[in-house]
């Protein structure tokens, strides 16, 4: 009796002994390994027959328990990370749409200023027979360029007239005359000549004889605003 149990414990221990020299390349094989040399340990003290049995038992699913918590362990970095790389693309993302509601602000704010833009008329009064630019309108002309500089996509319109008195020939020189000294001092102020366009118109015949007050209404340039891309112009 002593002798078989001997034999038992002998080859539980050979089986035991034997587990633990499984290749480390197979990660499954070997913690199977371990799992059965512990269960073979257990049916050692359990003994006999049923205490193999035992033993086997436990150490297939000690084996199985072990193999899987090796397979988790690389999953749950692999997810750690992948989790980690998800909430950095959740936030560039609300970067990129920050960025792309603040370009929508400005652009609103662009297309509001250019329809009021595209609204302003001004107009530049003469003397007599003349066509010189006096201080006051040589500083209108200098706020204008500033707005001609910072809305690059407008054109200016430039219409020159003068009153009916006085030849018409000369009416229709002089009139260009004064369209050509705004566009000089526009020029002079840095905008474009290629973005100014000029007409001369000559007299302004509008039944207005004799009346001082239209005559010195009718000696004038006018210059109108023409939004980017439409061509539509200022309407007043």
Same mark, same amino acid.
């Given at each position: 009796?002593?002798?078989?149990?001997?034999? *038992?414990?002998?080859? +539980?221990? !050979?089986?035991?002994? =034997?587990?633990? @020299? %499984?290749?480390?390349?197979?990660?499954?094989?070997?913690?199977?390994?371990?799992?059965? =040399?512990?269960?073979?340990?257990?049916?050692?003290?359990?003994?006999?027959?049923?205490?193999?049995?035992? $033993?086997?038992?436990?150490?297939?699913?000690? =084996?199985?328990?072990?193999? %899987?918590?090796?397979?988790?362990?690389?999953?749950? #970095?692999? /997810?750690?990370?992948?989790?980690?790389?998800?909430?950095?693309?959740? #936030?560039?993302?609300?970067?990129?749409?920050?960025?792309?509601?603040?370009?929508?602000?400005?652009?609103?704010?662009?297309?509001?200023?250019?329809?009021? /833009?595209?609204? /302003?008329?001004?107009?530049?009064?003469?003397? *007599? $027979?003349? +066509?010189?630019?006096? %201080?006051? *309108?040589?500083? &209108?002309?200098?706020?204008?360029? @500033?707005?001609?500089?910072?809305?690059? $996509?407008?054109?200016?319109?430039?219409? =020159?007239? +003068?009153?009916?008195?006085?030849?018409? !020939?000369?009416?229709?020189?002089?009139?260009?005359? &004064?369209?050509?000294?705004?566009?000089? +001092?526009?020029?002079?102020?840095?905008?474009?000549?290629?973005?100014? #366009?000029?007409?001369?118109?000559?007299?302004?015949?509008?039944?207005?004889?004799?009346?001082?007050?239209?005559?010195?209404?009718? &000696?004038?340039?006018?210059?109108?605003?023409? @939004?980017? &891309? *439409?061509?539509?112009?200022?309407?007043?």
């Amino acid at each position: 009796m002593k002798k078989a149990n001997m034999m *038992t414990i002998l080859a +539980a221990a !050979s089986v035991f002994f =034997g587990a633990g @020299e %499984v290749r480390a390349d197979d990660a499954k094989h070997a913690a199977e390994g371990k799992g059965f =040399g512990t269960g073979a340990v257990v049916g050692v003290l359990v003994g006999g027959p049923v205490g193999a049995a035992i $033993g086997a038992g436990i150490g297939a699913w000690l =084996g199985n328990r072990i193999a %899987v918590a090796e397979r988790v362990e690389p999953l749950e #970095q692999d /997810l750690t990370a992948a989790n980690s790389a998800a909430n950095d693309l959740k #936030q560039e993302l609300a970067l990129i749409r920050e960025e792309l509601r603040q370009q929508e602000s400005l652009s609103a704010e662009l297309q509001h200023r250019q329809s009021q /833009l595209a609204g /302003l008329s001004l107009q530049v009064l003469f003397k *007599t $027979g003349n +066509a010189d630019i006096d %201080v006051a *309108t040589n500083e &209108r002309m200098a706020e204008l360029a @500033e707005i001609m500089t910072a809305q690059p $996509g407008f054109t200016l319109e430039i219409d =020159g007239y +003068a009153d009916e008195r006085g030849d018409e !020939s000369f009416n229709l020189e002089l009139s260009r005359e &004064r369209a050509d000294a705004v566009v000089a +001092a526009l020029i002079a102020y840095g905008v474009p000549a290629e973005r100014l #366009q000029v007409h001369a118109h000559g007299e302004v015949s509008g039944g207005t004889e004799g009346d001082l007050d239209a005559y010195a209404l009718d &000696r004038r340039v006018t210059m109108r605003l023409v @939004e980017p &891309r *439409t061509g539509r112009v200022a309407s007043n």
